[in-house]
Protein backbone atom coordinates (compact mmCIF):
# COMPACT_ATOMS: atom_id res chain seq x y z
CA UNK A 1 0.00 0.00 0.00
CA UNK A 2 2.53 2.22 0.81
CA UNK A 3 4.40 1.65 -2.90
CA UNK A 4 0.96 2.36 -4.20
CA UNK A 5 0.91 5.90 -2.48
CA UNK A 6 4.27 6.81 -3.87
CA UNK A 7 3.39 6.51 -7.24
CA UNK A 8 4.23 9.90 -9.01
CA UNK A 9 1.48 10.69 -11.51
CA UNK A 10 2.42 11.65 -15.29
CA UNK A 11 0.38 12.76 -18.30
CA UNK A 12 1.70 12.47 -21.63
CA UNK A 13 -0.42 14.68 -24.34
CA UNK A 14 -0.14 12.33 -27.26
CA UNK A 15 0.76 8.76 -28.38
CA UNK A 16 4.50 8.84 -28.88
CA UNK A 17 6.63 6.62 -30.96
CA UNK A 18 7.53 2.87 -29.78
CA UNK A 19 10.86 3.65 -28.10
CA UNK A 20 9.14 6.25 -25.72
CA UNK A 21 6.28 4.18 -24.81
CA UNK A 22 8.84 1.17 -23.57
CA UNK A 23 10.59 3.78 -21.55
CA UNK A 24 7.14 4.70 -19.83
CA UNK A 25 5.86 1.30 -19.59
CA UNK A 26 8.67 0.07 -17.67
CA UNK A 27 8.51 3.12 -15.18
CA UNK A 28 4.60 2.40 -14.67
CA UNK A 29 6.01 -0.91 -12.60
CA UNK A 30 6.61 0.82 -9.81
CA UNK A 31 7.27 4.50 -9.95
CA UNK A 32 5.06 6.16 -12.23
CA UNK A 33 1.45 6.09 -12.85
CA UNK A 34 1.03 7.21 -16.65
CA UNK A 35 -1.76 8.40 -18.38
CA UNK A 36 -2.19 8.99 -21.94
CA UNK A 37 -3.95 11.18 -24.39
CA UNK A 38 -3.80 7.67 -26.64
CA UNK A 39 -4.46 9.46 -30.04
CA UNK A 40 -2.51 10.74 -33.18
CA UNK A 41 -4.06 13.64 -32.89
CA UNK A 42 -3.86 17.27 -30.39
CA UNK A 43 -5.15 16.50 -27.09
CA UNK A 44 -8.07 19.05 -26.71
CA UNK A 45 -7.76 21.90 -24.28
CA UNK A 46 -10.53 21.09 -21.94
CA UNK A 47 -8.82 17.12 -21.79
CA UNK A 48 -5.35 18.87 -21.31
CA UNK A 49 -6.49 20.64 -18.09
CA UNK A 50 -8.48 17.47 -16.59
CA UNK A 51 -5.83 15.22 -17.51
CA UNK A 52 -2.89 17.16 -15.93
CA UNK A 53 -4.26 17.78 -12.68
CA UNK A 54 -2.43 17.22 -10.06
CA UNK A 55 0.57 15.50 -11.92
CA UNK A 56 4.10 15.64 -11.48
CA UNK A 57 4.91 15.17 -14.72
CA UNK A 58 4.06 16.68 -17.38
CA UNK A 59 5.08 15.35 -21.38
CA UNK A 60 3.65 17.79 -23.97
CA UNK A 61 4.44 18.45 -27.85
CA UNK A 62 5.50 21.55 -29.79
CA UNK A 63 1.66 21.80 -30.82
CA UNK A 64 0.12 22.36 -26.62
CA UNK A 65 0.59 25.82 -25.43
CA UNK A 66 1.76 25.16 -21.67
CA UNK A 67 0.92 28.36 -20.29
CA UNK A 68 -0.17 29.77 -16.64
CA UNK A 69 -3.69 28.32 -17.31
CA UNK A 70 -1.75 24.81 -17.30
CA UNK A 71 0.87 24.99 -14.50
CA UNK A 72 -2.55 25.96 -12.45
CA UNK A 73 -4.45 23.09 -13.64
CA UNK A 74 -1.64 21.07 -12.59
CA UNK A 75 -0.85 22.55 -9.29
CA UNK A 76 1.88 22.38 -6.93
CA UNK A 77 2.81 18.93 -7.27
CA UNK A 78 4.44 19.40 -11.25
CA UNK A 79 8.25 18.40 -10.73
CA UNK A 80 9.01 18.76 -14.40
CA UNK A 81 7.88 19.36 -18.21
CA UNK A 82 9.67 17.34 -21.15
CA UNK A 83 8.58 18.35 -24.47
CA UNK A 84 9.18 16.50 -27.70
CA UNK A 85 11.01 18.71 -29.39
CA UNK A 86 14.06 21.28 -29.38
CA UNK A 87 12.06 24.48 -29.42
CA UNK A 88 10.41 25.33 -26.58
CA UNK A 89 8.16 28.70 -27.04
CA UNK A 90 5.48 27.08 -26.98
CA UNK A 91 5.89 27.28 -23.12
CA UNK A 92 5.77 29.99 -20.46
CA UNK A 93 9.22 29.66 -19.33
CA UNK A 94 9.19 32.49 -17.11
CA UNK A 95 6.19 31.34 -15.20
CA UNK A 96 7.43 27.63 -14.82
CA UNK A 97 10.63 29.17 -13.71
CA UNK A 98 9.11 31.23 -11.15
CA UNK A 99 7.34 27.95 -10.14
CA UNK A 100 10.83 25.53 -9.29
CA UNK A 101 9.31 23.38 -12.67
CA UNK A 102 12.65 21.54 -14.23
CA UNK A 103 12.51 21.75 -18.29
CA UNK A 104 13.60 18.49 -20.67
CA UNK A 105 14.40 18.74 -24.15
CA UNK A 106 15.27 17.27 -27.43
CA UNK A 107 18.44 19.50 -28.40
CA UNK A 108 20.62 17.43 -31.22
CA UNK A 109 18.55 14.44 -31.86
CA UNK A 110 17.20 16.25 -34.64
CA UNK A 111 19.83 18.57 -35.87
CA UNK A 112 20.84 15.90 -38.65
CA UNK A 113 17.16 15.16 -39.74
CA UNK A 114 16.44 18.95 -39.91
CA UNK A 115 19.57 19.95 -42.08
CA UNK A 116 18.75 17.54 -44.20
CA UNK A 117 15.44 18.35 -45.09
CA UNK A 118 16.73 21.85 -45.05
CA UNK A 119 19.03 20.75 -48.23
CA UNK A 120 16.42 19.13 -50.08
CA UNK A 121 13.60 21.87 -49.22
CA UNK A 122 16.66 24.04 -51.10
CA UNK A 123 17.48 22.12 -54.18
CA UNK A 124 13.68 21.39 -54.66
CA UNK A 125 13.00 25.21 -54.51
CA UNK A 126 16.05 26.15 -56.64
CA UNK A 127 15.80 23.71 -59.29
CA UNK A 128 11.86 24.11 -59.51
CA UNK A 129 10.98 19.94 -58.64
CA UNK A 130 7.15 20.31 -57.54
CA UNK A 131 6.41 22.65 -61.01
CA UNK A 132 8.08 19.74 -62.96
CA UNK A 133 6.44 16.98 -61.30
CA UNK A 134 3.56 18.89 -62.07
CA UNK A 135 3.97 19.65 -66.17
CA UNK A 136 4.82 15.50 -66.07
CA UNK A 137 1.30 14.85 -64.27
CA UNK A 138 -0.75 17.55 -66.61
CA UNK A 139 0.96 16.67 -70.13
CA UNK A 140 2.88 20.00 -70.16
CA UNK A 141 5.80 18.43 -70.46
CA UNK A 142 6.15 18.55 -74.35
CA UNK A 143 9.14 18.76 -76.41
CA UNK A 144 12.46 19.88 -74.86
CA UNK A 145 13.07 23.87 -74.55
CA UNK A 146 16.38 25.57 -73.57
CA UNK A 147 15.05 27.81 -70.89
CA UNK A 148 12.23 25.37 -69.85
CA UNK A 149 11.93 25.24 -65.85
CA UNK A 150 15.25 26.20 -65.11
CA UNK A 151 16.17 27.38 -62.06
CA UNK A 152 19.30 28.28 -59.89
CA UNK A 153 22.23 25.76 -58.67
CA UNK A 154 25.02 25.43 -56.00
CA UNK A 155 27.97 25.81 -57.51
CA UNK A 156 30.28 29.41 -56.90
CA UNK A 157 27.26 30.44 -55.23
CA UNK A 158 27.20 32.46 -51.92
CA UNK A 159 24.93 30.85 -49.59
CA UNK A 160 23.88 32.83 -46.36
CA UNK A 161 22.93 31.10 -42.70
CA UNK A 162 20.64 33.14 -40.25
CA UNK A 163 21.57 31.36 -37.17
CA UNK A 164 24.38 28.96 -37.72
CA UNK A 165 23.46 27.15 -34.57
CA UNK A 166 23.47 23.08 -34.41
CA UNK A 167 21.48 23.08 -37.35
CA UNK A 168 22.68 25.76 -39.10
CA UNK A 169 26.18 24.06 -38.84
CA UNK A 170 24.67 21.21 -39.83
CA UNK A 171 23.18 22.55 -43.07
CA UNK A 172 26.72 23.87 -43.60
CA UNK A 173 28.35 21.28 -43.74
CA UNK A 174 26.38 19.89 -46.09
CA UNK A 175 26.21 22.56 -48.68
CA UNK A 176 29.77 23.13 -48.69
CA UNK A 177 30.72 19.95 -51.02
CA UNK A 178 28.07 21.10 -53.74
CA UNK A 179 30.69 24.19 -54.76
CA UNK A 180 29.87 26.79 -52.73
CA UNK A 181 32.30 29.64 -52.88
CA UNK A 182 31.69 31.59 -49.52
CA UNK A 183 29.27 31.12 -46.91
CA UNK A 184 27.74 33.84 -45.21
CA UNK A 185 25.84 33.48 -41.20
CA UNK A 186 25.02 36.38 -39.35
CA UNK A 187 23.58 36.42 -35.24
CA UNK A 188 24.43 38.22 -31.91
CA UNK A 189 28.30 36.53 -31.81
CA UNK A 190 31.11 35.16 -33.63
CA UNK A 191 30.64 31.39 -33.84
CA UNK A 192 34.11 29.68 -33.48
CA UNK A 193 32.90 26.56 -34.95
CA UNK A 194 31.92 28.69 -37.96
CA UNK A 195 35.85 28.08 -38.78
CA UNK A 196 35.25 24.57 -40.11
CA UNK A 197 33.18 25.66 -43.24
CA UNK A 198 34.88 28.99 -43.41
CA UNK A 199 32.09 31.01 -42.26
CA UNK A 200 31.98 34.65 -42.34
CA UNK A 201 30.49 36.30 -39.90
CA UNK A 202 28.46 39.58 -41.14
CA UNK A 203 25.46 41.78 -40.46
CA UNK A 204 21.98 40.93 -41.69
CA UNK A 205 22.17 43.70 -44.02
CA UNK A 206 25.51 42.10 -45.93
CA UNK A 207 24.02 38.38 -45.70
CA UNK A 208 20.52 39.37 -47.65
CA UNK A 209 22.38 41.70 -50.41
CA UNK A 210 25.12 39.33 -51.19
CA UNK A 211 23.94 36.13 -50.62
CA UNK A 212 22.37 34.01 -53.98
CA UNK A 213 20.79 31.51 -51.27
CA UNK A 214 19.40 32.48 -47.51
CA UNK A 215 18.35 30.07 -45.29
CA UNK A 216 16.91 30.82 -41.83
CA UNK A 217 17.67 28.77 -39.36
CA UNK A 218 17.79 30.62 -35.95
CA UNK A 219 15.39 30.04 -32.74
CA UNK A 220 12.48 32.21 -32.18
CA UNK A 221 13.07 34.91 -29.47
CA UNK A 222 11.48 38.14 -29.51
CA UNK A 223 15.01 39.84 -31.87
CA UNK A 224 14.31 37.20 -34.36
CA UNK A 225 10.18 37.80 -34.49
CA UNK A 226 9.45 38.97 -38.05
CA UNK A 227 13.13 39.39 -38.58
CA UNK A 228 12.74 38.66 -41.89
CA UNK A 229 10.49 42.03 -43.44
CA UNK A 230 10.44 43.72 -46.44
CA UNK A 231 13.40 45.40 -45.07
CA UNK A 232 15.42 42.51 -45.53
CA UNK A 233 13.87 41.32 -49.04
CA UNK A 234 14.41 44.26 -50.65
CA UNK A 235 18.26 43.93 -49.94
CA UNK A 236 17.71 40.64 -51.95
CA UNK A 237 19.15 39.88 -55.37
CA UNK A 238 15.84 39.31 -57.74
CA UNK A 239 17.60 35.74 -58.25
CA UNK A 240 18.03 34.93 -54.70
CA UNK A 241 16.12 31.58 -53.34
CA UNK A 242 15.02 31.59 -49.71
CA UNK A 243 14.60 28.72 -47.33
CA UNK A 244 12.98 28.84 -44.02
CA UNK A 245 13.48 25.38 -41.77
CA UNK A 246 13.91 27.75 -38.53
CA UNK A 247 11.02 28.98 -37.14
CA UNK A 248 7.37 30.53 -39.02
CA UNK A 249 7.48 33.60 -37.09
CA UNK A 250 10.49 34.68 -38.12
CA UNK A 251 9.43 35.51 -41.30
CA UNK A 252 6.54 38.51 -42.14
CA UNK A 253 4.54 36.44 -44.60
CA UNK A 254 2.38 39.35 -45.78
CA UNK A 255 6.31 40.91 -46.70
CA UNK A 256 7.61 37.34 -48.46
CA UNK A 257 4.65 36.98 -50.42
CA UNK A 258 4.85 40.23 -51.77
CA UNK A 259 8.54 39.75 -52.43
CA UNK A 260 7.71 36.38 -54.08
CA UNK A 261 4.88 37.65 -56.02
CA UNK A 262 6.22 41.27 -57.37
CA UNK A 263 9.76 39.04 -58.57
CA UNK A 264 11.60 40.77 -55.41
CA UNK A 265 13.25 37.56 -54.92
CA UNK A 266 13.17 34.87 -57.42
CA UNK A 267 11.82 31.50 -54.98
CA UNK A 268 11.13 30.45 -51.37
CA UNK A 269 11.47 27.21 -49.42
CA UNK A 270 9.38 26.82 -46.37
CA UNK A 271 9.07 24.18 -44.34
CA UNK A 272 7.15 26.26 -41.28
CA UNK A 273 4.45 28.61 -40.89
CA UNK A 274 2.37 30.76 -39.10
CA UNK A 275 -0.05 29.76 -38.73
CA UNK A 276 0.86 25.56 -38.59
CA UNK A 277 -1.20 24.16 -40.70
CA UNK A 278 -1.31 26.83 -43.09
CA UNK A 279 -4.89 27.45 -44.56
CA UNK A 280 -5.47 26.11 -47.42
CA UNK A 281 -6.53 29.60 -49.36
CA UNK A 282 -3.47 31.61 -47.94
CA UNK A 283 -1.83 33.27 -50.50
CA UNK A 284 1.88 31.85 -50.71
CA UNK A 285 -0.10 28.64 -52.01
CA UNK A 286 -0.91 30.27 -55.27
CA UNK A 287 2.31 30.95 -55.82
CA UNK A 288 4.30 28.49 -58.09
CA UNK A 289 7.74 30.23 -57.03
CA UNK A 290 6.88 28.83 -53.03
CA UNK A 291 7.25 25.57 -52.40
CA UNK A 292 5.77 24.95 -48.76
CA UNK A 293 5.84 21.27 -46.63
CA UNK A 294 3.77 20.90 -43.05
CA UNK A 295 6.60 21.08 -40.63
CA UNK A 296 8.52 17.79 -41.43
CA UNK A 297 12.38 18.79 -40.66
CA UNK A 298 12.61 15.88 -38.33
CA UNK A 299 10.20 13.79 -39.88
CA UNK A 300 12.86 10.13 -39.98
CA UNK A 301 11.76 7.19 -38.25
CA UNK A 302 14.78 6.80 -36.61
CA UNK A 303 14.89 10.33 -35.07
CA UNK A 304 11.48 10.20 -33.67
CA UNK A 305 12.38 7.06 -31.97
CA UNK A 306 15.11 8.75 -30.36
CA UNK A 307 13.16 11.92 -29.47
CA UNK A 308 10.12 9.96 -27.89
CA UNK A 309 13.17 7.96 -25.54
CA UNK A 310 14.75 10.92 -24.58
CA UNK A 311 11.79 12.83 -23.75
CA UNK A 312 10.36 9.92 -21.93
CA UNK A 313 13.83 9.65 -20.06
CA UNK A 314 13.95 13.59 -19.45
CA UNK A 315 10.47 13.19 -17.74
CA UNK A 316 11.00 10.39 -15.26
CA UNK A 317 14.36 11.97 -14.02
CA UNK A 318 12.60 15.03 -13.53
CA UNK A 319 9.65 13.04 -11.24
CA UNK A 320 12.50 11.31 -9.14
CA UNK A 321 14.59 14.26 -8.76
CA UNK A 322 17.42 12.66 -10.65
CA UNK A 323 19.81 14.31 -13.51
CA UNK A 324 18.16 14.51 -16.64
CA UNK A 325 19.79 13.43 -19.76
CA UNK A 326 19.02 16.84 -21.97
CA UNK A 327 17.50 19.62 -19.51
CA UNK A 328 17.08 23.49 -20.26
CA UNK A 329 18.91 25.45 -17.99
CA UNK A 330 16.24 28.41 -16.94
Sequence with gaps: ????????????????????????????????????????????????????????????????????????????????????????????????????????????????????????????????????VQEVKSGGWSTWKPLWLCGYGLTGSTVGIIGLGRIGLAIARRLKPFGVKRLLYSGRSVK??????????????????????????????????????????????????????GRGSVVNQEDLYEALSSGQIAAAGLDVTTPEPLPTDHPLLSLKNCVVLPHIGSATYSTQGIMAALSANNLLAGVMGTAMPSELIL
Excluded at 52 to 65: I, K, N
Excluded at 202 to 229: M, Q, R, W, Y
Aim: aromatic share 4%; proline share 5%.
Design 192 to 245: PQAAEVEGEHVPLDTLASESDFVVVSCSLNPDSKGLCDKAVFSKMKSTAVFINT
Design 1 to 132: MQGARQLMKVYVTRRIPQDGRKVLTQAQAGVCKVSVWDSEEPVPRAELLKGVSGAHGLLCLYTDRIDTEVLDAAGPNLKVISTFSVGFDHLAIDEIKKRGVRVGYTPDVLSDATADLSVALLLATARRLPEG
